[in-house]
Protein backbone atom coordinates (compact mmCIF):
# COMPACT_ATOMS: atom_id res chain seq x y z
CA UNK A 1 0.00 0.00 0.00
CA UNK A 2 2.56 3.00 -1.36
CA UNK A 3 2.42 5.42 -3.75
CA UNK A 4 5.68 6.81 -5.92
CA UNK A 5 5.72 10.36 -7.21
CA UNK A 6 8.01 11.51 -9.31
CA UNK A 7 8.86 15.84 -9.75
CA UNK A 8 10.71 16.85 -12.86
CA UNK A 9 14.00 19.12 -13.31
CA UNK A 10 13.12 22.83 -14.27
CA UNK A 11 14.92 26.39 -15.72
CA UNK A 12 14.02 29.16 -13.27
CA UNK A 13 13.82 32.33 -14.93
CA UNK A 14 14.48 31.20 -18.05
CA UNK A 15 16.76 33.97 -18.78
CA UNK A 16 13.99 36.62 -19.53
CA UNK A 17 12.09 36.08 -16.31
CA UNK A 18 13.43 36.33 -13.54
CA UNK A 19 11.72 34.82 -10.46
CA UNK A 20 8.19 34.71 -12.35
CA UNK A 21 8.93 32.25 -15.66
CA UNK A 22 10.23 28.21 -15.54
CA UNK A 23 10.27 25.71 -17.50
CA UNK A 24 9.69 21.89 -16.64
CA UNK A 25 12.36 20.00 -18.57
CA UNK A 26 12.80 15.87 -19.09
CA UNK A 27 15.74 13.43 -20.77
CA UNK A 28 15.15 12.12 -24.30
CA UNK A 29 16.90 8.88 -22.87
CA UNK A 30 14.49 8.31 -19.95
CA UNK A 31 16.45 9.27 -17.30
CA UNK A 32 14.37 10.54 -13.82
CA UNK A 33 15.81 14.06 -13.86
CA UNK A 34 14.39 14.74 -10.58
CA UNK A 35 12.92 13.48 -7.12
CA UNK A 36 10.74 10.48 -6.10
CA UNK A 37 9.07 10.26 -3.24
CA UNK A 38 7.15 7.47 -1.90
CA UNK A 39 4.44 7.62 0.69
CA UNK A 40 3.14 4.11 2.77
CA UNK A 41 1.32 3.28 5.59
CA UNK A 42 3.37 3.18 9.39
CA UNK A 43 2.91 1.46 12.23
CA UNK A 44 4.49 3.76 14.71
CA UNK A 45 5.02 7.39 13.97
CA UNK A 46 6.03 8.90 10.78
CA UNK A 47 9.06 8.41 9.39
CA UNK A 48 11.41 9.59 6.88
CA UNK A 49 14.24 8.01 4.82
CA UNK A 50 16.61 9.45 2.55
CA UNK A 51 17.90 7.46 -0.12
CA UNK A 52 19.76 8.38 -3.84
CA UNK A 53 22.77 9.41 -5.36
CA UNK A 54 22.48 12.99 -3.95
CA UNK A 55 20.96 11.68 -0.14
CA UNK A 56 24.73 12.63 1.17
CA UNK A 57 24.54 16.11 0.55
CA UNK A 58 21.19 16.80 2.35
CA UNK A 59 21.41 17.36 6.47
CA UNK A 60 21.82 13.97 8.66
CA UNK A 61 18.97 15.00 11.25
CA UNK A 62 15.67 13.57 9.17
CA UNK A 63 14.22 16.57 10.75
CA UNK A 64 15.77 19.75 9.11
CA UNK A 65 14.73 17.61 5.36
CA UNK A 66 12.92 20.27 3.49
CA UNK A 67 10.38 16.57 2.79
CA UNK A 68 10.10 16.63 6.98
CA UNK A 69 8.63 20.27 6.67
CA UNK A 70 6.50 19.24 3.77
CA UNK A 71 4.38 16.54 5.89
CA UNK A 72 3.84 18.73 8.81
CA UNK A 73 2.56 20.89 6.64
CA UNK A 74 0.36 18.94 4.76
CA UNK A 75 -0.75 16.92 8.46
CA UNK A 76 -1.92 20.88 9.87
CA UNK A 77 -3.64 21.63 6.46
CA UNK A 78 -5.59 18.08 6.67
CA UNK A 79 -6.56 19.05 10.41
CA UNK A 80 -7.58 22.39 9.36
CA UNK A 81 -9.72 20.63 7.04
CA UNK A 82 -11.05 18.65 9.50
CA UNK A 83 -9.40 15.05 7.86
CA UNK A 84 -7.83 12.57 9.78
CA UNK A 85 -4.17 12.43 9.88
CA UNK A 86 -2.17 8.59 9.47
CA UNK A 87 0.95 7.93 10.52
CA UNK A 88 3.13 7.31 7.32
CA UNK A 89 6.52 6.87 6.10
CA UNK A 90 7.98 8.66 3.69
CA UNK A 91 11.17 7.83 1.22
CA UNK A 92 13.10 10.81 -0.28
CA UNK A 93 14.84 9.21 -3.46
CA UNK A 94 17.37 12.44 -3.96
CA UNK A 95 18.17 12.01 -7.56
CA UNK A 96 18.76 15.65 -8.03
CA UNK A 97 21.97 17.54 -7.07
CA UNK A 98 21.60 20.38 -4.33
CA UNK A 99 22.37 23.69 -5.51
CA UNK A 100 22.30 22.70 -9.11
CA UNK A 101 19.73 25.53 -10.45
CA UNK A 102 17.70 22.82 -11.79
CA UNK A 103 14.81 23.06 -9.14
CA UNK A 104 16.53 20.78 -6.41
CA UNK A 105 14.28 21.72 -3.94
CA UNK A 106 10.92 22.28 -5.30
CA UNK A 107 11.61 18.62 -6.89
CA UNK A 108 11.57 17.59 -3.38
CA UNK A 109 8.58 19.92 -2.37
CA UNK A 110 6.75 19.02 -5.25
CA UNK A 111 7.50 15.50 -5.08
CA UNK A 112 6.16 14.95 -1.13
CA UNK A 113 3.19 17.14 -1.66
CA UNK A 114 2.33 15.77 -4.28
CA UNK A 115 2.80 12.08 -3.08
CA UNK A 116 1.31 12.87 0.25
CA UNK A 117 -1.77 13.83 -1.86
CA UNK A 118 -2.38 11.23 -3.67
CA UNK A 119 -1.75 8.45 -0.92
CA UNK A 120 -4.42 10.04 0.79
CA UNK A 121 -6.65 10.17 -2.35
CA UNK A 122 -6.15 6.38 -3.00
CA UNK A 123 -6.43 4.96 0.50
CA UNK A 124 -8.35 7.61 2.15
CA UNK A 125 -10.88 9.07 0.11
CA UNK A 126 -9.15 12.32 0.34
CA UNK A 127 -7.64 15.32 -2.05
CA UNK A 128 -6.37 18.90 -1.78
CA UNK A 129 -7.18 20.76 -4.71
CA UNK A 130 -4.33 21.67 -7.70
CA UNK A 131 -4.36 25.71 -5.87
CA UNK A 132 -4.53 24.07 -2.69
CA UNK A 133 -1.16 22.06 -3.18
CA UNK A 134 0.86 24.68 -5.30
CA UNK A 135 0.02 27.37 -2.21
CA UNK A 136 1.80 24.92 0.06
CA UNK A 137 4.79 23.88 -2.63
CA UNK A 138 5.30 27.81 -2.77
CA UNK A 139 4.86 28.56 1.02
CA UNK A 140 7.75 25.51 1.35
CA UNK A 141 9.59 26.97 -1.37
CA UNK A 142 9.90 30.31 0.84
CA UNK A 143 10.93 28.81 3.84
CA UNK A 144 13.86 27.74 1.91
CA UNK A 145 14.57 30.47 0.19
CA UNK A 146 13.49 33.66 1.67
CA UNK A 147 10.79 34.86 -0.30
CA UNK A 148 8.01 33.35 -2.26
CA UNK A 149 8.66 32.37 -5.66
CA UNK A 150 6.83 29.79 -7.29
CA UNK A 151 9.10 30.01 -11.36
CA UNK A 152 10.19 26.20 -9.65
CA UNK A 153 7.38 24.57 -8.20
CA UNK A 154 5.08 25.53 -10.78
CA UNK A 155 6.28 24.08 -13.77
CA UNK A 156 7.67 21.03 -11.74
CA UNK A 157 4.16 20.36 -10.38
CA UNK A 158 1.95 21.33 -13.59
CA UNK A 159 4.76 20.91 -16.65
CA UNK A 160 5.45 22.81 -19.83
CA UNK A 161 6.21 26.65 -19.27
CA UNK A 162 4.56 28.29 -16.45
CA UNK A 163 4.62 32.51 -16.03
CA UNK A 164 4.01 33.47 -12.94
CA UNK A 165 1.13 36.51 -12.95
CA UNK A 166 -0.02 38.24 -9.42
CA UNK A 167 -3.10 36.68 -8.40
CA UNK A 168 -2.95 34.73 -5.62
CA UNK A 169 -5.83 32.98 -7.12
CA UNK A 170 -4.51 32.09 -10.48
CA UNK A 171 -0.68 31.92 -9.65
CA UNK A 172 0.67 30.96 -12.72
CA UNK A 173 -0.60 30.24 -16.66
CA UNK A 174 1.14 27.86 -18.65
CA UNK A 175 2.69 29.31 -21.78
CA UNK A 176 2.70 27.35 -25.34
CA UNK A 177 6.43 26.59 -26.17
CA UNK A 178 8.23 25.13 -29.39
CA UNK A 179 7.71 21.60 -29.39
CA UNK A 180 10.68 21.25 -31.77
CA UNK A 181 13.39 22.75 -29.32
CA UNK A 182 15.74 20.88 -27.70
CA UNK A 183 17.55 21.76 -24.58
CA UNK A 184 21.13 20.68 -23.09
CA UNK A 185 21.57 20.75 -20.32
CA UNK A 186 24.88 20.97 -18.10
CA UNK A 187 25.22 20.44 -14.58
CA UNK A 188 29.22 20.78 -13.96
CA UNK A 189 29.15 19.09 -10.78
CA UNK A 190 30.00 22.10 -8.43
CA UNK A 191 27.36 24.05 -6.09
CA UNK A 192 26.33 27.53 -6.14
CA UNK A 193 24.35 28.59 -2.98
CA UNK A 194 20.97 29.95 -3.68
CA UNK A 195 21.41 32.70 -1.02
CA UNK A 196 25.15 33.22 -2.46
CA UNK A 197 23.70 33.60 -5.85
CA UNK A 198 20.46 35.64 -4.67
CA UNK A 199 23.32 38.20 -2.70
CA UNK A 200 25.39 38.59 -5.81
CA UNK A 201 22.88 40.72 -7.39
CA UNK A 202 22.30 44.66 -7.33
CA UNK A 203 19.70 46.03 -4.86
CA UNK A 204 18.46 48.03 -7.57
CA UNK A 205 18.60 48.58 -11.18
CA UNK A 206 19.07 51.10 -13.78
CA UNK A 207 15.85 52.14 -15.73
CA UNK A 208 17.52 51.44 -18.62
CA UNK A 209 17.64 47.56 -17.31
CA UNK A 210 14.34 47.95 -16.12
CA UNK A 211 13.01 48.90 -19.74
CA UNK A 212 15.18 46.23 -21.15
CA UNK A 213 14.12 43.86 -19.00
CA UNK A 214 10.22 44.46 -19.24
CA UNK A 215 10.13 44.25 -23.06
CA UNK A 216 12.40 41.33 -23.49
CA UNK A 217 9.76 39.21 -21.63
CA UNK A 218 6.59 40.74 -23.05
CA UNK A 219 8.15 40.17 -26.48
CA UNK A 220 8.94 36.60 -25.85
CA UNK A 221 4.96 35.89 -23.99
CA UNK A 222 3.59 37.35 -27.04
CA UNK A 223 6.47 35.19 -29.65
CA UNK A 224 5.24 31.92 -27.52
CA UNK A 225 1.39 32.71 -28.10
CA UNK A 226 2.03 33.42 -31.89
CA UNK A 227 4.17 30.47 -32.60
CA UNK A 228 7.16 32.88 -33.37
CA UNK A 229 10.49 31.05 -32.50
CA UNK A 230 12.55 33.60 -34.07
CA UNK A 231 11.39 36.09 -31.95
CA UNK A 232 11.00 33.99 -29.28
CA UNK A 233 14.55 32.75 -28.80
CA UNK A 234 15.79 36.31 -30.09
CA UNK A 235 15.58 38.14 -26.96
CA UNK A 236 16.04 35.32 -24.79
CA UNK A 237 18.73 37.57 -22.89
CA UNK A 238 19.11 37.80 -18.98
CA UNK A 239 19.48 41.67 -18.01
CA UNK A 240 18.51 41.18 -14.48
CA UNK A 241 20.87 37.75 -13.22
CA UNK A 242 23.53 36.79 -15.79
CA UNK A 243 25.30 40.01 -15.85
CA UNK A 244 26.33 39.24 -12.08
CA UNK A 245 26.34 35.37 -11.64
CA UNK A 246 28.66 34.52 -14.66
CA UNK A 247 31.60 35.91 -12.86
CA UNK A 248 30.96 33.28 -10.12
CA UNK A 249 30.57 30.50 -12.48
CA UNK A 250 33.56 28.83 -13.11
CA UNK A 251 33.55 28.24 -17.45
CA UNK A 252 30.58 29.94 -18.27
CA UNK A 253 31.76 32.65 -19.93
CA UNK A 254 33.52 30.71 -22.28
CA UNK A 255 31.34 28.01 -22.72
CA UNK A 256 28.70 30.59 -23.43
CA UNK A 257 30.09 32.64 -26.15
CA UNK A 258 31.22 28.83 -28.29
CA UNK A 259 27.69 28.03 -27.98
CA UNK A 260 26.48 31.15 -29.37
CA UNK A 261 29.14 31.06 -32.06
CA UNK A 262 28.00 27.61 -32.98
CA UNK A 263 24.93 28.50 -33.49
CA UNK A 264 22.39 27.62 -30.55
CA UNK A 265 19.16 29.63 -30.50
CA UNK A 266 20.00 31.05 -26.66
CA UNK A 267 21.94 30.27 -23.65
CA UNK A 268 21.48 30.51 -20.25
CA UNK A 269 21.64 29.88 -16.39
CA UNK A 270 19.11 27.27 -15.43
CA UNK A 271 17.86 29.15 -12.37
CA UNK A 272 20.92 30.36 -9.82
CA UNK A 273 22.88 28.01 -11.61
CA UNK A 274 25.80 26.42 -11.91
CA UNK A 275 23.88 24.20 -14.44
CA UNK A 276 24.07 25.97 -18.29
CA UNK A 277 21.33 25.30 -20.48
CA UNK A 278 21.45 26.19 -24.50
CA UNK A 279 18.39 25.79 -26.59
CA UNK A 280 18.28 24.50 -30.21
CA UNK A 281 16.01 23.16 -32.82
CA UNK A 282 18.19 21.00 -34.46
CA UNK A 283 18.55 17.19 -33.52
CA UNK A 284 22.43 17.05 -34.37
CA UNK A 285 23.82 20.11 -33.26
CA UNK A 286 22.10 19.18 -29.53
CA UNK A 287 24.37 16.14 -29.44
CA UNK A 288 27.42 18.46 -30.87
CA UNK A 289 26.77 20.76 -28.03
CA UNK A 290 25.91 17.78 -25.38
CA UNK A 291 29.71 16.56 -26.05
CA UNK A 292 31.06 19.85 -26.38
CA UNK A 293 30.01 20.51 -22.94
CA UNK A 294 30.86 16.90 -21.15
CA UNK A 295 34.31 17.61 -22.50
CA UNK A 296 34.40 21.44 -21.63
CA UNK A 297 31.90 22.99 -18.60
CA UNK A 298 31.89 19.43 -16.40
CA UNK A 299 34.51 20.34 -13.18
CA UNK A 300 36.75 17.32 -12.32
CA UNK A 301 37.75 17.10 -8.24
CA UNK A 302 40.90 16.45 -6.76
CA UNK A 303 40.59 12.48 -7.65
CA UNK A 304 39.55 13.27 -11.49
CA UNK A 305 36.12 12.31 -11.06
CA UNK A 306 32.71 14.84 -11.48
CA UNK A 307 29.60 14.41 -10.08
CA UNK A 308 28.46 16.60 -13.41
CA UNK A 309 26.58 15.84 -16.05
CA UNK A 310 24.61 16.64 -19.74
CA UNK A 311 21.86 15.63 -20.40
CA UNK A 312 19.74 16.46 -24.04
CA UNK A 313 16.12 17.75 -22.74
CA UNK A 314 12.75 18.31 -24.30
CA UNK A 315 10.22 20.05 -22.35
CA UNK A 316 8.38 17.87 -19.71
CA UNK A 317 4.44 18.41 -20.52
CA UNK A 318 3.54 16.43 -17.51
CA UNK A 319 5.12 17.78 -14.27
CA UNK A 320 4.88 15.28 -11.14
CA UNK A 321 3.16 12.06 -12.11
CA UNK A 322 2.75 8.81 -9.93
CA UNK A 323 4.88 6.37 -10.96
CA UNK A 324 3.97 1.97 -11.41
Not at 93 to 111: I, N, Q, T
Not at 289 to 313: I, K, M, P, R
Request: net charge negative; glycine share 8%.
Amino acid sequence: MSVSVFAPASIGNVNVGFDVLGLAVKPLDGTLLGDVVTVTHSNGDDQLEVTGSFAKKLPSDVKQNIVWHCLLLFNEQLLASKQAVVAVKVTLDKRMPVGSGLGSSACSVVAALAGLNAFYEKYHEFSFSEQALLKMMGQMEAQISGSLHYDNVAPCFLGGMQLMVPNPEIITRNLPQFDDCYFVMAYPGIEISTKAARDILPTSYSRADLISFGQNLATFVDACHRGDKAQAFGVLTDVVAEPYRESILPGYSAAASHLRAEGCLAVGISGSGPTLFCVTDDAGKAEKFANWLTENYLQTSTNGTSDGFVHVCRADTEGAVSLP
